[in-house]
């Protein structure tokens, strides 16, 4: 069984993204460009995967943790010279090297994988990604002699009247018979850039007579590499258009794909709806027969089936089944609804349970509380959780029914079935079965159970 070790390379400054940040920390769908280049490896390879790292080591270090094992390029001397960096960790330790790059987060692990496969194949050292086009211009020319036989590949920046006409393009994408790699890249001359270019091994296996072997790609987001904004952009577009598609293809209607934003990490059920100008970020779960949207932001939260949320912005929150939300609503982290519970207009939630059944008309806000099932909550409630020191809670058993503009001085307690009168302030526990009134709040009689 052959084995395989892949390298990234990481290490550019990104100087035309006029930034501070590290090129390939730069978000891509509120992502690091890097962690896409880290899943595609890692869905080829049972290894870690080993990143070559300069320009912002820390921050990049910092960002990913103990995911990949890494190298650094003290001296920005090329892509040659990257890929030496790696050596001592990588020779002797795979029949194949896999390179690639930090800054082309579109790279399908499906193309990665066809490329490892193809140099399996291969009696040569080595196997490329290629792409034929008319409009790319950034990238280096493959030069193939009368037989069609890879002899080198040119770099945009030596491009001469003589080969201006390819078409045909190197995408930066590489595998390698290892033990060839680690003998050619000592080889490696140095550009009139004053660098040594990985590309310059090409020429290497071609005068060797061994077979330079090429996949090509024909869908041109996957090269999207990102060195400017206005290529950061473009590359945000052709992800959102990927995703989009694919939940699409499984069964999710989106009424305007072009103002529709969902993460690569979010999940949606089949016969959702999701309307124009929403944002489905991070790890959100949305589930079946719902409509989300318009204009809606839902960020790490779950959402059961056959729920309805519009005009809002939901963070960290959970909805069950049934559940209803604006427009105009606001749910915090930590708040959880329950089957059938509506939520509606200006109303906010933050770390607090809402029982089954339970009404939240509008202009109320509910923090640090445990609200019962069959509650109806009154235009204006406050639950007034934070005394200045700390935050305190709130408990509405099931079946009470808060009057209109009710303030609930926590710590405090509405019993079962109990109830409170328009613009109570309530500062003591309502017993169950009782309905208190007034500022201070006061029970003035026993209600029928």
Not at 173 to 191: E, I, T, V
Request: glycine fraction near 10%.
């Amino acid at each position: 069984m052959t084995s395989l070790s892949v390298l990234i390379l990481a290490a550019g400054k990104g100087v035309r993204l006029k930034s501070d940040l590290p090129k390939v920390l730069h978000p891509l769908a509120g992502r690091p460009l890097i962690e896409y280049a880290l899943e595609a490896a890692e869905a080829v390879t049972e290894s870690k995967p080993v990143l070559v790292i300069g320009h912002g080591a820390e921050a990049v270090r910092a960002a990913l943790g103990e995911r990949t094992i890494y190298v650094t390029q003290a001296e920005q001397l090329g892509t040659g010279h990257a890929v030496q960096q790696a050596e001592p960790v990588l020779k002797n330790k795979s029949d194949y090297v896999l390179v690639t790059y930090g800054d082309m987060p579109l790279l399908r692990a499906e193309t990665l994988q066809a490329l490892v496969e193809a140099q399996t194949r291969n009696p040569g050292p080595l196997t490329m990604l290629t792409i034929n086009s008319e409009k790319l211009r950034d990238f280096g020319r493959i030069v193939r002699d009368a037989n069609g036989n890879v002899r080198m590949i040119v770099e945009a920046a030596q491009i001469t009247d003589e080969h201006r006409h390819i078409t045909e393009f190197n995408v930066g994408a590489y595998c390698f018979k290892a033990n060839w790699l680690w003998d050619a890249l000592p080889r490696l001359p140095l550009s009139p850039k004053g660098e040594y270019y990985l590309t310059d091994v090409v020429q290497f296996a071609a005068a060797e007579g061994g077979h330079v072997a090429t996949i090509t790609l024909q869908d041109e987001t996957e090269v999207i590499g990102i060195n400017t904004r206005a290529q950061l952009a473009e590359a945000e577009t052709a992800l959102r258009r990927r995703v989009n598609e694919k939940w699409m293809d499984a069964g999710v209607t989106l009424i305007d794909p072009a103002t529709t934003y969902i993460d690569p990490t979010a999940q949606l059920g089949r016969d959702t709806c999701v309307l124009p100008n929403t944002h489905i970020w991070g790890r959100s779960v949305v589930g079946e027969n719902c409509v989300i949207g318009p204009n809606t932001i839902v960020r790490d939260t779950v959402i059961g089936n056959r729920c309805c949320v519009e005009c809002s912005v939901l963070e960290s929150a959970s909805l069950a089944d049934e559940v209803t939300v604006g427009p105009f609503a606001h749910l915090r982290p930590g708040a959880r609804l329950e089957r059938g519970v509506h939520l509606g207009n200006f109303g906010e939630v933050k770390n607090s349970t809402l029982g089954p059944g339970t009404l939240m008309g509008h202009f109320s806000y509910i923090g640090d509380a445990t609200i019962g099932a069959g509650v109806n909550i009154g235009a204006g409630t406050i639950t007034c959780n934070f005394d200045g020191v700390k935050k305190n809670p709130t408990v509405i058993e099931d079946g009470a029914f808060v009057g209109s503009d009710t303030l609930l001085v926590a710590p405090v307690k509405v019993g079962e079935r109990g109830r409170t009168g328009a613009g109570a302030v309530v500062t003591k526990d309502v017993p169950p079965d009782s309905l208190a009134v007034g500022m201070p709040a006061r029970v003035i009689r026993k209600l029928k159970s």
